[in-house]
């Protein structure tokens, strides 16, 4: 595997451990709170093929609360 692409896998399984760490009864909620910005910030491009050719992330409905 693509260290990008290890790099990318890891930060997504992190991600995902902590949403699963924040639904379990007495998590700490100060750590949720200062980690998840940071974790999230650092989420690295996704590798190439991740997409299929000419997917634009911008494109796609509007919903609520958005610009």
Do not use: K
């Not at 750590?31 to 590798?47: Q, R």
């Amino acid at each position: 595997m693509c260290p990008d692409c290890e790099d990318f896998a890891r930060t997504v399984l992190l991600l995902g451990q902590l949403a699963l760490y924040a639904d379990v009864l007495g998590a700490d909620n100060g750590f949720i709170e200062a980690v998840s910005p940071s974790l999230a910030a650092s989420l690295p491009e996704p590798p190439p093929g991740t997409f299929p050719p000419g997917y634009d992330p911008t494109d796609g409905p509007e919903y609520p609360g958005g610009s």
